[in-house]
Each structure stands twice: as C-alpha cells, then as structure tokens.
C-alpha cells in the first residue's frame, strides 16, 4: 500500500528549462509535504515543504504546488541548472498523528547541457 | 554546527548475524529517527527516538530495536540479518518530539549500506 507514489522514475529536463516533478498521494490525513533531494553517497537533503492548509510554497528556484481535492503535489524548478541532477523523493507526514514521514520511490532528474 | 554523521558507512555480514549502527544526531538536535531505503525504493520508517525513549515505529519486526543516549546520539540493532535486510540506514534528527518541525525536514546522515550474504 504506496500512500506516497512518484510515477515517473526519471525526467530529463534541458538546462535553463523548467523541470517539474509530481507526486500523488492517498492519505487525506497527511498535512505536511515535502520534497528532499539525494546525491549519490549522500543523504537525502531537505528542499521545500508545504503545509496542507496551503496551496503555494516559493523559495528561491523552487515552487512547491498542493491541490488537495486531487491529492497531488508537484516541485517546480525554474530555471534548471547542472547541480539540480539528483534523485528527488516526494514525502509527506501526519504531524498530529505519528509524525512519521512516508516517502516516495523518487524520480531520478538529468538536467542536460 | 557538525551535522549527522553515521558509522560505519559499509558493513557486510552473514545471514543469521547481529548488527549496530550508530547515529551522532546534529547538534542541538533531540529526536532521531532511522530508515531503511532498499535499491530503487524510497526510505522506509522504522522508528524514532525522542528524550531516550521510542515515540514511533513503522512496519518492522521487533529484531530492529534501538537505543538514544543522553547525548542524543543513537544506535540501530538488528538481530538475526536476513538477505533482505541489505539496503541503505538512514538516520535523520530534529529539534522537538513527535509532532515538532517536521515542516523544517528532518536532517540526514549519509548512511550506512549493509549487505547482508
């Protein structure tokens, strides 16, 4: 039982470009997202969250979008550079609950010259 | 300020065998928790330790235990490997307990890749 699914396991996007990683997710009771970033021989490190009351997040190149009535989140990049070229983990967490954090699969993202 | 550090980041043992991994949380951190990521997976939730105690555990059978010192470093054991057990260990800390700035993330240690034979 996936509650967290990426269902694409790799994006190639152009450098410069937007690149746009998605997310679905089943619980209704999560109300944080968030997304991490893995180099390899690394652990994942922490982008961007949201919390579900909203539906925005900005920081920097990344945008974080929530839409709760279809259960989706996607990670916006803008404009993509070389260092962006990660695994990127979609996650989320029931904060009142266990406060445990489900990931996704993740999407391998190659950003090309 | 130091972040988390994990050791050793490679191990190999036997089916059958026992093993400790060991955690140092980021500094002025007090919650640590431990995942399990296998190849091609996402980290999976085994559990965490908030003031020495464990306040949350994922689907993993009582052969995974733990321990956090008073220094909030950890120490993940597991008892009798099976082959599936070979994957990556996580370990993350965080200021708060259960339900404290998870919107922050969790900050995570490199790893250590146990392969079981």
């Known amino acids: 039982d996936q509650q967290v699914k990426q269902n694409s396991p790799s994006l190639s996007v152009q450098e410069g470009r937007i690149s746009i990683l998605n997310c679905d997710y089943t619980n209704s009771m999560f109300d944080y997202f968030l997304w991490y970033k893995k180099y390899p021989a690394e652990g994942p490190t922490f982008l961007i969250s949201?919390?579900?009351?909203?539906d925005k997040n900005e920081d920097g190149r990344f945008t974080v979008f929530l839409n709760k009535s279809a259960k989706h989140l996607s990670l916006h990049i803008v404009p993509s550079q070389p260092g962006d070229s990660a695994v990127y983990f979609c996650a989320a967490s029931a904060v009142n609950r266990d406060d445990k954090i489900i990931f996704g699969k993740g999407t391998r993202l190659h950003i090309l010259p | 300020e130091t972040g988390v550090t994990q050791s050793p980041t490679h191990l190999i043992k036997t089916r059958g065998q026992q093993v400790t991994l060991r955690c140092s949380s980021q500094?002025?951190?007090?919650?640590v928790s431990w995942y399990q990521q296998a190849l091609g997976q996402g980290p999976q939730f085994i559990f965490q330790y908030y003031r020495e105690e464990e306040n949350g555990r994922g689907n993993f059978p009582p052969r995974f235990s733990g321990l956090q010192f008073p220094n909030y470093s950890s120490e993940l054991n597991v008892n009798a490997l099976e082959l599936d057990d070979s994957a990556l260990y996580l370990c993350?800390?965080?200021?708060?307990?259960?339900?404290?700035?998870?919107?922050?993330?969790?900050?995570f240690g490199p790893g250590t890749r146990l392969t079981v034979l």
């Open positions: 949201i919390s579900s009351i909203k």
């Open positions: 500094s002025g951190h007090n919650t």
């Open positions: 993350a800390s965080k200021r708060g307990g259960s339900g404290g700035t998870v919107y922050q993330g969790q900050f």
